[in-house]
């Protein structure tokens, strides 16, 4: 649970934890001590004033780091790669146009490329071993009790649980419950310490230091009142509302007006990442262009001699927010299918040309989409879009299905680089790409864009799900 609130915009972090401080200074400390040893080991005079300059400048822009120590070790190395990646063509473009890159020698320039993410994994590695034993030790980790024996309260308790790089201990529940009423004991990750009317009391005694009120919103005296208790100790006290026991898509907490609201579902890209998506697209998708046109002509050219019919294929597919819009690609079939009834394309399928064979497994038949980018109907990196047809038959059938139009649909996505590209002729299939999908929405950045990119153009030449 702490897991999934972190991922969608922190919702609990209230306060300084230790493992937020090591997740937000790792990478920025790191780059900048790589950077000084690079240049001592090159003889550089590390108080130069370009160094000082080029070391706080890598400091501001690598603040804070966004590699959680939850998450697992090929998502961090995902992370570190990508996020070096960028802050590199950054730096560089930056030094290049300003002259800036000529106050350092090339060779210690080229070291601190190639070692800092290896010194980033071997880091973050070495966190992710020590800080839980670190915690264990004393009276490092912070004591916690959760008030709710539901389904987030277990959750919740089983988080601080099973990552210790939490330094919290939940050291057991409240609730007005009998026993005979509550999850059987094994499934219960800390014991039930009493009634509500009881917390209040062993906090004092207790020295507890955090209180996690996972209480049904509903009965709303119960928990006034309980609140009212607790005024008299000096925990901290956070409420968990039962909305976070649903899946939440880029949940945060947002202000109107001066009253809080709690976003459940809402797009990544607003405000500045909006701008920073739209951007990037349309400056990838323009070049790309610019750069193939010679292949597109020459595809124009084969798709028109392979059968007779339209080179560009139309189909009416959903887009941003659930609207139709017309997505291009290279005719690769013999038929333009865009009714009420759409047959998804299949192994050994006879409606594709032998050229359309071709352009279908290399993926050249998705080029004419990078003119949707331009149009902005499109991403280059999304959810790939279904014809009309598929979306209102399974829709009906996969719950969270339509969430997917939260964002533009894309020339690539998370799920096809992840084995879920083509034909989904189960429902098994669609779900699981619709479950990538909102992981995309979910995680969203720049980096991870940039990676599906990297990982979509290496399979083009080995795909086994392309035809």
């Known amino acids: 649970m702490i897991a999934a609130l972190d991922r969608q915009g922190s919702l609990l972090r209230g306060s300084f934890t230790l493992s937020g401080a090591i997740e937000a200074f790792i990478d920025p400390l790191t780059v900048v001590a790589v950077l000084y040893a690079c ?22 822009l690598t603040f804070p780091g966004n590699v959680g120590l939850h998450e697992s070790a090929r998502t961090m190395m995902r992370k570190v790669a990508t996020n070096w990646l960028l802050f590199v063509a950054a730096t560089g473009a930056f030094g290049y146009a300003s002259g800036y890159l000529h106050y350092f020698p090339h060779t210690m320039l080229v070291t601190w490329v190639a070692t800092t993410p290896l010194a980033l994994v071997a880091v973050h590695a070495v966190a992710r071993q020590a800080l839980p034993t670190w915690l264990a030790i004393g009276d490092n980790q912070r004591i916690a009790v959760v008030a709710g024996v539901n389904d987030i309260g277990l959750k919740l308790a089983r988080e601080f649980r099973d990552h210790p790089y939490l330094g919290t201990r939940v050291v057991g529940f409240f609730d007005d419950r009998p026993r005979s009423r509550l999850p059987e004991s094994g499934g219960i990750p800390a014991p039930v310490l009493g009634p509500l009317s009881g917390l209040a009391e062993f906090v004092k005694r207790r020295r507890v230091e955090a209180i996690y009120l996972a209480l049904p919103m509903a009965p709303q005296p119960r928990i006034l009142a309980l609140l009212d208790d607790l005024k008299d100790t000096t925990a901290s006290i956070y409420f968990v509302p039962d909305i976070f026991v649903t899946d939440l898509i880029q949940g945060r907490v947002d202000n109107v007006g001066g009253m809080a609201v709690v976003a459940v579902c809402d797009t990544p890209f607003t405000g500045l990442n909006n701008v920073v998506k739209r951007s990037s697209d349309f400056i990838l998708a ?15 050219v084969g798709v028109k001699l392979s059968s007779p019919g339209p080179v560009v294929f139309k189909q009416r597919r959903y887009g941003l927010d659930g609207r139709e819009i017309l997505v291009y690609k290279f005719r690769s079939m013999t038929v333009c299918d865009d009714g009420a009834a759409v047959r998804q394309a299949t192994r050994n399928d006879s409606r594709i040309t032998p050229f359309g064979a071709f352009i279908r497994r290399t993926s050249l038949d998705e080029l004419p989409q990078f003119i949707n980018v331009l149009q902005g109907r499109m991403s280059i990196v999304g959810p790939r879009p279904h014809a009309v047809a598929h979306n209102e038959a399974y829709r009906k059938l996969i719950k969270g299905y339509m969430i997917r139009h939260k964002v533009k649909p894309g020339i690539t996505g998370w799920a096809q680089v992840n084995g879920y590209r083509g034909e989904t002729e189960t429902v098994d299939k669609m779900e699981k790409r619709i479950e990538y999908d909102l992981d995309y929405l979910r995680n969203w950045s720049l980096g991870l864009d940039l990676w599906i990119i990297a990982r979509t153009a290496l399979m083009v030449v080995r795909d086994p799900n392309a035809y």
């Open 39 to 60: 240049a001592a080991w090159h003889g550089e005079r590390l108080m130069s004033p370009p160094y000082m300059i080029l070391g706080a400048l890598s400091f501001a």
């Open 286 to 300: 323009l070049l790309i262009l610019l750069l193939l046109t010679p292949v597109l002509i020459a595809l124009a």
